[in-house]
């Protein structure tokens, strides 16, 4: 598998055992398990390797990264004392030469023949993922067929972009222990990309290209140092179209409105070069009306996140909230697109956390110690538009609005009749011109000459 993915590898030494609870290492493992030395000693012989994963220094699509390796036919890719060791080291690597971490996955959980002392590798991965995570460094994951157990509740989920491969088990149950009824599809590559636990289902052929993408836009930053010299703003965007600036709110709202106008997939096209998608919220949910991801902008690369026009749901804001951390921790710039009603208000929205959702992406944003840019682009409603808006730096198309709330509900708020709807848009102070004369942005984009 690594040489279907890299240009060059240079192996790592395994490292040193080092101590280990359970005293001195006896043939048959910590546990003394009856002929578990002599299973591994048929492992070595059938695959070349000592144990079931590699390390070392590499190279995808021209770009320096530590890759780690599973090899699936030593014992089911299964993690043991010394994989711990080896999975730890190649963290540690990581992390002292400041490269991205990619993984390549395909494991079927802990080891039985060590018993607790296998499981307990997990909370080693964990503590050394946090660690090159708090270094301001990436990880990828590649989960192969299969990726299942703890592999994949660590150095598999535990990553900041999931790949996957098409048709490929991905679970946490492994096959010989989820229910007999279990449904199939949801312990798939499929399946997990539709809960929204993976980013992208790829082919083997095209990982390598896809990879190499995702070093190139991951990898300019890098976390504290990068920060220090300085990150740049995105740039905004140019308009995709131009018009006169409205006369009056409710006209603000028509054009905001208006079928043909541009829509942010448009924008991103325009904008990057090639961007990645970041897929889901990592809690069962996906909105396709929120586009999450980053790409490359001017030969740098650039952070996005951007409605579509739709009210967006609560998997949106916890997709947009994790894209912007992970932009903040890799010193990248984030550039988000405006265009909603508002926050999607039906009963599964409440009940998928709409609040605590739109806190989240708030939070992101405050938080956030990279520079964000925000264009509106079409319909600015509410709270629900302001989650993903920069209090310094908001633009606005000529065609847009930014509106407490959409004319409809204000008038219903008011007690108004709906007939009353244009009317209380005149008063809300929306066009994109009220905008700017209240500090809300700081400019207009796509205005054309007035022919009056």
Same mark, same amino acid.
């Given at each position: ?43 070595? !012989?059938?695959?070349?390797?000592? !144990? ?20 699936? %036919? ?8 010394? $994989?711990?060791?080896?999975? $730890? ?30 499981? $307990? ?168 009306g929120t586009l999450c991801g980053f790409g490359l902008h001017g030969g ?8 579509? %026009? ?25 550039? $988000?697109?405006?265009?909603?009603? %508002? ?6 929205? !409440? ?67 709906? !007939? ?33």
């Open positions: 598998m690594i040489a279907a993915v890299a240009d060059t590898f240079d192996e790592r030494p395994a490292p040193g055992e080092g101590h280990h609870p359970g005293g001195a290492r006896t043939p048959d493992g910590p546990l003394g398990w009856s002929g578990y030395g002599a299973a591994l000693a048929r492992a070595e !012989e059938r695959t070349g390797e000592a !144990e079931s994963v590699v390390h070392g220094t590499a190279s995808v699509g021209g770009h320096p990264c530590v890759l780690l390796a599973f090899e699936f %036919g030593f014992l089911g890719g299964s993690l043991g004392q010394r $994989t711990g060791d080896r999975l $730890t080291a190649a963290y540690t690597l990581a992390r002292e030469l400041r490269l991205p971490l990619v993984s390549l996955v395909a494991t079927g959980g802990s080891r039985m023949q060590e018993g607790m002392v296998a499981l $307990t590798q997990l909370q080693r991965v964990a503590r050394a993922s946090a660690e090159l995570r708090a270094a301001g460094l990436p990880q990828l994951a590649v989960l192969r067929d299969p990726t299942t157990g703890g592999g994949w509740a660590t150095v598999g989920a535990g990553a900041d972009v999931v790949l996957a491969l098409a048709g490929a088990q991905v679970g946490f149950a492994g096959s010989r222990v989820r229910p007999a009824d279990a449904e199939p599809y949801a312990y798939t590559a499929e399946g997990q990309s539709a809960a929204g636990q993976v980013d992208a289902v790829v082919d083997r052929a095209g990982l390598a290209g896809t990879l190499g993408r995702w070093l190139a836009v991951l990898g300019g930053g890098f976390g504290e140092a990068a920060r220090a010299s300085g990150v740049r703003p995105a740039p905004v965007p140019e308009a995709l179209s131009r018009t006169r600036l409205p006369e009056t709110g409710r006209e603000a709202v028509a054009l905001a409105r208006a079928p043909e106008r541009p829509r942010a997939e448009a924008y991103l096209d325009a904008y990057f070069a090639y961007r990645l998608p970041l897929h889901g919220d990592r809690a069962g949910g996906t909105d396709p740098r690369p650039v952070a996005y996140v951007a409605q579509c %026009g739709t009210p967006t749901r609560p998997a949106g804001y916890r997709t947009a909230a994790r894209t912007i951390r992970l932009a903040d921790r890799l010193s990248v710039p984030v550039l $988000t697109l405006i265009d909603t009603p %508002g926050a999607a208000n039906d009963a599964a929205a !409440e009940r998928s956390g709409a609040g605590p959702a739109i806190a989240e992406t708030f939070a992101a944003v405050a938080q956030a110690r990279v520079p964000v840019t925000t264009l509106v682009i079409g319909e600015g409603g509410s709270g629900g538009a302001l989650a993903l808006a920069s209090p310094g730096r908001t633009y606005v198309t000529a065609d847009s609005y930014f509106s407490v709330i959409a004319p409809e509900s204000a008038a219903a708020i008011l007690k108004r009749p709906p !007939e009353k709807a244009d009317e209380t848009a005149d008063q809300l102070g929306l066009r994109p011109q009220d905008l700017v004369a209240l500090g809300i942005a700081r400019g207009i984009v796509g205005e054309a000459p007035d022919a009056g």
